[in-house]
Structures are given as C-alpha cells and as structure tokens.
C-alpha cells in the first residue's frame, strides 16, 4: 500500500454546511409530520424502508467518494462517466438484495416492497446527480435542488397522509423528493468522457482496494445506524403466534421515533467526521493537528448524548404529541448512540489513515451487529441493549486488531 498522500475529498464549506441544517430541520418536520398523521404502526414501516434504502445506497456513496479522492485533477470529468457505468450495474444488484431480503422483512404489503424499489432507485439516481453537479461545477445548483427536494417531501408529507394514512404516502414523499435530485442523471449530456475513459479510470493505479475499503467502512456504517430500524419490522412490528397476534403499533412507532432523534445525533456530527478526513487524508502519518476535529466530535456527541438523554420527555412531546411515548425508548438509545458514534468516528479516521486491514474488520463487525440484532432484539428494550452489547464488541474488536496490527509494524 502506497504511503503517499491521496487526493482528499474537500471539506464542506459554511454554505454546504448552512444548506445540511436546512435539510436537517426540513427533514427532521417531515419526520414529525409522518408521525403524527400516519395509521398506528405506519411510521414504523416508513423508516424500515428508509433505513432499506440507506444500507443498498451505501456501496455506490462509497464509489463516488472514492472516485472524488483518489482520481487525478487531469481525470476529474472522467468520474461522472465511470460512475454512469456503476450505476445500472448497481441497481441491478440492489434489486436482487431487494428481493431476497423482502421475505425476511415482514412488509406488511406489496404495495410497500414495490415503493422500496422506487425508493432505492431514487436514492441511487441522486448519489450520480451529485458526481456529475461537481464534475460539472454546479453544485450550487445541487444545493437548490437538495433544497427543493427537501420542501417538496415536506409538503408532500403535509398532504398526503390526509388522504391515505399509510406507509405508502410517506414513501411517495420520499421518492418525489429523490425524483427532484436524480433530475441531473435524468437529464442527457452532450460529449464528455466516453466509456473506454471512465474504464481506464477505474483501472488506473490502485483503485480496487480503497473502494473495497470504502465500502466496507460505509456499508458497515450504514448497517450500525440502521439495522436496528430495519430488523424491527419484523422482530416486533408484525402479528406473531408467540405474541398471540397482537402487536402495540404505537409502541412501534415510538421506538422508531426514538431511533430517528438517535440517528438525527450521530448524522448531525457528521460535518466535523468529513473535515477530519480531509485534513488526515492529506498527511502520510498522522499528527497531533490532524486529530483535533476526532476531539471535537467526540465532544459534540457525548455533549449531544446528554442533551438528548435529559431531553427525553420534551423531545418525546415534540415528535410523538406525547410525554411518555418515545421517553420510554430513549435512555436505551442514548446507551447506545455513543459507542455507534465511536465506531462512526474511528470508521472515518481509519479509512483517512488508509489503514485497510481495520477497513475490513469493521465492516465484518457490522454484518455480525446486524445478525446479531436479527436474532436477538426480539423486544425494543432488549434491542437497544443489544445494540450498546455490539456495537462495543465490535469497537473492541476493531481497536485490538488494530493496536496488534500497529505492535507489529513497529516492532
């Protein structure tokens, strides 16, 4: 593996950052909106869907930040083309992931599999607008539309559950939204780049290995944040025989709603996660300069943590309408957000560092954490316990693997 610094993806500036919150808080209402107006037990299945579509996006994000970092300034127009390679390809495989895990899933309707499939296509159309907004130089454009997509669901979250209260309208406002972001990719380009060039792109130096990389910290991350929301469905969000058929979809929801203000903690940290990578990717080793953002995130998540632990009946009250709905959820989630950000920490300075064999490990440690909740998060309580378990298993796994890793380099 080559020592010598990489072309680091550029750290958002204020305006992307002011532009994040925006879409933050327009997303966070939607959330609201949908917990409010959706049938009992619908908001659940929403956010399974979304926490779907988030894992099967995770592999092309992945392609994507490795083709802005590792590619040469003289090849920079080429990564629109290689990733339009990458995307039908993909998507193929996501379909397939679609439908051998939908059995598993407990979808309580077809209906909603199929809008998982548009979903999912939306959210992979959106990641190629992007690449081809900043190979283009018009990510201020982007920003209108991310704006715009982010209003657009709002309102379409407003509406909709009016008219039918099911899952299915607040994946309609999902998929608008993507609709409005994938307008880019949708949209043909005269001249650029031709295939023969995206594919020496892709085969040029070693680009194989950081994109497994990639891929394995950012699907693991994905898995970390978002199994518990996924296996919930089917672990207890359907009638079952041992439950004698009977299943509180209120507490559904609000255990779903308390994992959305947990996700909103570690998401909302992320910025600083991407200004971290930034500044270490640049260096071949690692300075005492190059970590003070890991301080400061790890100070702005265990600070968060305690406002959000504290919080508990206030932000219940918000998001739910009720003192004692989510509240119950959310000292078992405030556990466990800390060591998940841990692991959202060291997965970024790991994959900045170039340290791949730990790359790896991590995203092993997330497909055992995701079975490991399939199995065993048979109650909400005992999910978020297992999470808190796992996700420190996994940390200390990591962690050891890769001290004995460094203690024989350096011996």
Request: aromatic share 10%; with cysteine; net charge positive.
């Given at each position: 593996m080559s020592t010598a610094p990489v072309v680091a993806k550029r750290p958002p500036g204020r305006g992307a950052?002011?532009?994040?919150?925006?879409?933050?808080?327009?997303?966070?209402?939607?959330?609201?909106?949908?917990?409010?107006e959706l049938a009992p037990g619908e908001f659940g299945t929403v956010n399974t869907v979304l926490g779907l579509v988030a894992v099967l996006a995770a592999p092309l994000l992945a392609l994507e930040f490795v083709l802005a970092r590792e590619t040469a300034p003289h090849r920079h127009e080429a990564r629109g083309a290689a990733l339009a390679l990458a995307v039908p390809v993909w998507s193929v495989a996501a379909l397939v992931l679609l439908l051998v895990s939908m059995p598993h899933l407990a979808l309580p309707r077809p209906s909603v599999e199929l809008f998982a499939l548009f979903a999912t296509g939306a959210a992979l159309l959106s990641i190629f607008s992007r690449t081809i907004c900043a190979t283009e130089n018009r990510m201020r454009f982007w920003t209108a539309l991310i704006?715009?997509?982010?209003?657009?669901?709002?309102?379409?979250?407003?509406?909709?559950?009016?008219?039918?209260?099911?899952?299915?309208?607040?994946?309609?406002?999902?998929?608008?939204?993507?609709?409005?972001?994938?307008?880019p990719a949708m949209?043909?380009?005269?001249?650029?780049?031709?295939?023969?060039?995206?594919?020496?792109?892709?085969?040029?130096?070693?680009?194989?290995?950081?994109?497994?990389?990639?891929?394995?910290?950012?699907?693991?991350?994905?898995?970390?944040?978002?199994?518990?929301?996924?296996?919930?469905?089917?672990?207890?969000?359907v009638p079952r025989a041992e439950y004698?058929?009977?299943?509180?979809w209120t507490r559904f929801d609000d255990y779903q709603a308390a994992g959305m203000m947990a996700r909103?903690?570690?998401?909302?940290?992320?910025?600083?996660?991407?200004?971290?990578?930034?500044?270490?990717?640049?260096?071949?080793?690692?300075?005492?300069?190059?970590?003070?953002?890991?301080?400061i995130y790890l100070f702005a998540l265990f600070a968060g943590d305690v406002v959000f632990a504290s919080c508990a009946p206030f932000l219940s009250r918000v998001f739910t309408g009720n003192a004692a709905g989510a509240?119950?959820?959310?000292?078992?989630?405030?556990?466990?957000?800390?060591?998940?950000?841990?692991?959202?920490?060291?997965?970024?300075?790991?994959?900045?560092?170039?340290?791949?064999?730990?790359?790896?490990?991590?995203?092993?440690?997330?497909?055992?954490?995701?079975?490991?909740?399939?199995?065993?998060?048979?109650?909400?309580?005992?999910?978020?316990?297992?999470?808190?378990?796992?996700?420190?298993?996994?940390?200390?796994?990591?962690?050891?693997?890769?001290?004995?890793?460094?203690?024989?380099?350096?011996?």
């Open positions: 950052l002011a532009a994040w919150l925006l879409v933050a808080v327009l997303d966070g209402i939607s959330q609201i909106v949908l917990r409010r704006l715009v997509a982010a209003a657009a669901r709002l309102l379409a979250s407003l509406g909709l559950p009016l008219l039918a209260p099911y899952a299915q309208s607040g994946l309609v406002a999902v998929v608008l939204a993507g609709i409005i972001t994938a307008i949209i043909g380009r005269a001249g650029g780049p031709t295939r023969g060039e995206a594919w020496a792109l892709l085969r040029e130096g070693e680009f194989v290995r950081p994109f497994l990389a990639t891929a394995s910290v950012l699907v693991g991350l994905a898995l970390f944040t978002n199994a518990d929301r996924i296996v919930a469905q089917r672990n207890f969000g004698l058929d009977y299943v509180d909103a903690l570690l998401w909302g940290a992320l910025p600083l996660l991407l200004v971290l990578h930034a500044d270490r990717a640049a260096l071949a080793r690692t300075s005492r300069r190059s970590l003070r953002f890991f301080w509240a119950q959820f959310i000292p078992g989630f405030a556990g466990a957000a800390p060591l998940l950000g841990l692991l959202q920490g060291f997965g970024i300075f790991l994959l900045a560092s170039r340290r791949y064999p730990e790359c790896f490990t991590l995203g092993a440690c997330s497909i055992a954490y995701a079975l490991g909740l399939f199995f065993f998060g048979r109650q909400p309580q005992v999910m978020t316990t297992c999470m808190s378990g796992g996700a420190l298993l996994a940390l200390t796994i990591v962690l050891i693997f890769g001290v004995v890793r460094y203690a024989r380099s350096h011996a």
